[in-house]
């Protein structure tokens, strides 16, 4: 039988996991948040909000969204940008102790990149069908076969990721739409412009 003493040591324990874990809830959400307000400075360049931070001991490290069109680069991914700019405040190729947020799940390429940087831990809100590379379409991030795993935390502010994603594509084709029919008045009106000579 659990003597007084060990009951409540366990209960102290239980306890203490039960807050470790909220807290670790709470500064998700909040690193997510960052990773958020990444997303939108890409929509200002008209380009798919996509966000991502690194965070070492507390501190934002690294920030970074998508520019893949302003920049003419296939490279220029939050993921990479972000961990580019790890790299060099830690004057190290690896990102050990540091957790990478990232408002989509990462691609193959940055699943990669993140492996190779050694970054423990990825906390992703959406969820990418058509590139995700940490456990959608194939797992890069935490396969035995490599030499480093990495632990995945999904769903984190999944709603607002998802939604910032919607809103930008439905906005994209409204305004491909507009610019189809736009250009259509612009053709009939030559046509009738010529057959009036
Ligand atoms: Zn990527």
Redesign the pocket.
């Known amino acids: 039988m659990l003597n007084p003493g060990m009951l409540q040591e366990q209960f102290f324990m239980a306890d203490k996991n039960l807050s470790d874990e909220l807290l670790r809830e709470k500064l998700d959400k909040k690193y997510m948040k960052a990773a958020l307000a990444q997303a939108r400075k890409a929509i200002d360049l008209g380009e798919v909000p996509i966000g991502c931070v690194i965070v070492y001991e507390g501190k934002i490290i690294g920030r970074g969204y998508n520019r893949r069109n302003t920049d003419k680069s296939v490279l220029c991914?939050?993921?990479?940008t972000a961990i580019k700019k790890a790299c060099k405040k830690m004057g190290d190729w690896r990102l050990e102790d540091c957790t990478l947020y990232v408002t989509l799940e990462?691609?193959q390429?940055?699943a990669g990149a993140i492996v190779q940087s050694r970054i423990p831990r990825v906390v992703m809100g959406a969820l990418s069908p058509k590139?995700g590379s940490g456990g959608t379409v194939i797992n890069i991030l935490d396969n035995p076969e490599f030499n480093h795993q990495v632990e995945i935390t999904k769903g984190v502010l999944e709603e607002d990721c998802s939604a910032i994603l919607k809103e930008f594509f439905t906005e994209l084709r409204k305004r491909n739409k507009a610019e189809k029919e736009a250009k259509k008045a612009a053709m009939a009106l030559e046509e009738s412009e010529s057959s009036d000579l």
């Not at 991914?77 to 990479?80: D, F, L, P, S, V």
Request: with cysteine.
């Open positions: 991914h939050a993921e990479i990462p691609c390429m940055c590139a």
